[in-house]
């Protein structure tokens, strides 16, 4: 062990250079993409963790070889990121053509620039990478977190601007919408978990839930709505897509009502529940949660009619 600790010591001291080199510029490259430029979805766009990956390969490349090697790493790794935004944005993530088509593009590319083999393998591999590797959902997650730091930023610009605090119920309406717009982007992330798990079984999905879906996507038209009025001061427009949000939502959860009048397989009874979760928190989100409405929809799902405040 203290051969080991000796040894160990000795490479510290002979490589600090590369350690403060290293950390100081995966840092920086973060704070710069992720705060300053932003990623393809804003700022703070998970993405962004391309650029401390290319300061850490450039830097292992570029020490003790000429600069031109680890500017050529760099334009394959920028490039690759480039070629797999493009290719998701056309065959979407995960699919077997969008990974035949950037593998084949990436090698063309490079055969065609007569690019060495570390520039082939780190241009192809950031693509490949956003292609099949990246989770989806991805987008929503930085956009609501882009919607949360909206907020934010006009709530403290209202603090100085003493002659429009009477806006601060439209900032108050839009932080509440903010929380309930997040829950629902949790809770549709879970339900297309318990989908995937539907699709699976033998038997085909019940037609009712396309309606459902289809519901789903009405009402979360009707929160945007309701959040635009609102923030916009337009009151009487935002009361209108109110009761039409309260009217999809009763729709779309009532679509589902012949599946709980008779037993189910436990994932159809799973989205049940999720859907119902999700419309709660587009109500929600739009403040469209009457209790009137909460009711209707516990009622048409058999499930107790006193709602509660605060029950999802």
Known sequence: ???????AGGRLRDSWLLVVEVTL??????????????????SGDPSAFYAPAAALIVLSQARGVRLRRALRVLAGIAVGVVLGEAVVGVFGA????????????????????GAPGVVRNQLTTSALFLVAVVPPGQELDSRTAALRRAVSVVDE?????????????????????????????????????STVVLARLPQPPPPQFATALAGLSRLAGCAAAVLTAVVAGDGDTADRHVDRAGAVALDAVRAMTPLVRHEQPLPVSTIVGHIRMVTVDLLRSAGADKPDVLDAIDAALALPGAHRTGDS
């Open 157 to 193: 610009n209202l603090r100085l601007a003493v002659w429009e605090r009477g806006s601060r119920s439209r900032v108050d309406a839009a932080r509440s919408a903010a929380d309930h717009v997040d829950y629902a982007v949790r809770n549709t992330r879970t339900l297309a978990r």
């Open 1 to 7: 062990m203290t051969n080991w600790f000796r040894t």
């Open 25 to 42: 510029a995966t840092t920086a490259s973060w704070f710069v993409a992720s705060r300053l430029l932003g990623g393809p979805h804003g």
């Open 94 to 113: 995960r699919s077997t053509a969008a990974v035949f088509v950037v593998i084949l593009a990436a090698a063309g590319i490079t055969v065609a620039t």
